[in-house]
């Protein structure tokens, strides 16, 4: 058999992506591999996606009181951390919150609401609405995580401008039951198949660092690749007070690394976004998401945590030799000097 190096870039190369037995060898590589890996990852990252960052942002626009119990999340049943809870805000706090994002740098922007899914009318008409506007007077780059959204719904946010549906399926099968009781996997897995095939872009990754195994990993790797999705966010734990994760922060910034350089391996072609948790879990690491795979990363702040300012990670892309994705329909920035 090809030796490993050889044989992992062959196999990324060829678009296909590595197949789990080599994937899981990427996530026991000693830290001495590092460069070696970042080597390899970082010309697949280029050859497919290049060297353009792109800059996602999100608004809170409805918090709290979800009837779902993910262990991670400080929206949960059974979350008593202290966060802000509201419910759906108007359009155009939506449409201000964007303004603000592009300002930022973002290209892309999304609209977030706790829940199992979206399903009233009035208030999916009014994200319909900052849609249109963010779309159509902004220039950005549109994307909703409303839960589990059925055809007709996706379908009427595509007619006003929406391009990405966001569904995270956050871990693998095996270990969902021990993140979330309350629905099945196979109900996100189905949220993930409608998007698609009612046309949208679908964003679709998880979260890291709740307990799961090397194997979890992989098999949420795998199960993504059937599933074809077209850009996976990456989200790394940051323990909440007050949630049942709190105080378990188990990922050191190689881990998160590998995790990432194992994602890009498997899913050459496809955009590899970096989201919440990345600068406690990273810490001084962070610039090396990019060569090990990563495409974007989110500026601003998370759902209920903060982020760092966003002209630190425009400088961090532009001292790594890299350009911000420009927006739809430009080419993107030149790297600057
Ligand atoms: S991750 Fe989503 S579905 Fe799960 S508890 Fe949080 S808001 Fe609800």
Same mark, same amino acid.
């Given at each position: 058999?090809?030796?490993?190096?050889?044989?992992?870039?062959?196999?990324?190369?060829?678009?296909? *992506?590595?197949?789990?037995?080599?994937?899981?060898?990427?996530?026991?590589?000693?830290?001495?591999?590092?460069?070696?890996?970042?080597?390899?990852?970082?010309?697949? !990252?280029?050859?497919?996606?290049?060297?353009?960052?792109?800059?996602?942002?999100?608004?809170?626009?409805?918090?709290?009181?979800?009837?779902?119990?993910?262990?991670?999340?400080?929206?949960?049943?059974?979350?008593?951390?202290?966060?802000?809870?509201?419910?759906?805000?108007?359009?155009?706090?939506?449409?201000?919150?964007?303004?603000?994002?592009?300002?930022?740098?973002?290209?892309?922007?999304?609209?977030?609401?706790?829940?199992?899914?979206?399903?009233?009318?009035?208030?999916?008409?009014?994200?319909?609405?900052?849609?249109?506007?963010?779309?159509?007077?902004?220039?950005?780059?549109?994307?909703?995580?409303?839960?589990?959204?059925?055809?007709?719904?996706?379908?009427?946010?595509?007619?006003?401008?929406?391009?990405?549906?966001?569904?995270?399926?956050?871990?693998?099968?095996?270990?969902?039951?021990?993140?979330?009781?309350?629905?099945?996997?196979?109900?996100?897995?189905?949220?993930?198949?409608?998007?698609?095939?009612?046309?949208?872009?679908?964003?679709?990754?998880?979260?890291?660092?709740?307990?799961?195994?090397?194997?979890?990993?992989?098999?949420? @790797?795998?199960?993504?690749?059937?599933?074809?999705?077209?850009?996976?966010?990456?989200?790394?734990?940051?323990?909440?007070?007050?949630?049942?994760? @709190?105080?378990?922060?188990?990922?050191?910034?190689?881990?998160?690394?590998?995790?990432?350089?194992?994602?890009?391996?498997?899913?050459?072609?496809?955009?590899?976004?970096?989201?919440?948790?990345?600068?406690?879990?990273? !810490?001084?690491?962070?610039?090396?998401?990019?060569?090990?795979?990563?495409?974007?990363?989110?500026?601003?702040?998370?759902?209920?945590?903060?982020?760092?300012? *966003?002209?630190?990670?425009?400088?961090?892309? @532009?001292?790594?030799?890299?350009?911000?994705?420009?927006?739809?329909?430009?080419?993107?920035?030149?790297?600057?000097?």
């Amino acid at each position: 058999m090809q030796p490993f190096w050889g044989r992992i870039e062959q196999a990324a190369m060829a678009e296909g *992506g590595i197949g789990a037995e080599d994937a899981l060898v990427v996530l026991a590589l000693p830290r001495e591999a590092l460069w070696r890996l970042l080597d390899v990852t970082e010309r697949v !990252r280029n050859r497919f996606m290049g060297d353009a960052v792109r800059l996602c942002s999100i608004v809170n626009a409805k918090s709290g009181h979800c009837s779902e119990d993910c262990s991670f999340c400080s929206q949960s049943s059974r979350s008593e951390a202290e966060i802000p809870r509201f419910p759906l805000i108007d359009a155009d706090s939506m449409v201000e919150a964007a303004r603000s994002a592009k300002a930022r740098g973002a290209r892309e922007f999304s609209i977030v609401a706790s829940g199992l899914s979206m399903r009233n009318r009035e208030e999916l008409e009014k994200v319909g609405d900052a849609v249109e506007k963010i779309s159509g007077e902004l220039g950005l780059e549109t994307c909703v995580s409303l839960g589990t959204l059925p055809a007709d719904k996706v379908e009427y946010l595509i007619s006003r401008g929406l391009r990405s549906v966001h569904h995270n399926l956050e871990t693998s099968r095996s270990f969902f039951p021990n993140v979330c009781t309350t629905h099945e996997y196979d109900q996100d897995v189905e949220a993930v198949r409608t998007a698609k095939m009612a046309g949208a872009w679908v964003c679709c990754g998880g979260i890291f660092g709740l307990g799961e195994s090397d194997a979890d990993r992989v098999e949420l @790797a795998m199960t993504l690749r059937e599933l074809d999705v077209d850009s996976i966010p990456v989200n790394f734990l940051n323990p909440v007070e007050g949630t049942p994760a @709190a105080g378990k922060r188990v990922l050191t910034p190689f881990a998160c690394i590998k995790i990432i350089a194992m994602l890009r391996l498997v899913h050459p072609g496809r955009e590899i976004i970096i989201c919440g948790g990345r600068e406690v879990n990273l !810490r001084d690491l962070q610039c090396l998401m990019f060569p090990a795979g990563a495409t974007g990363t989110m500026v601003g702040n998370y759902l209920t945590t903060s982020g760092r300012p *966003g002209e630190e990670d425009q400088r961090m892309i @532009a001292d790594l030799g890299l350009s911000v994705r420009a927006l739809c329909g430009t080419p993107a920035a030149p790297p600057r000097n």
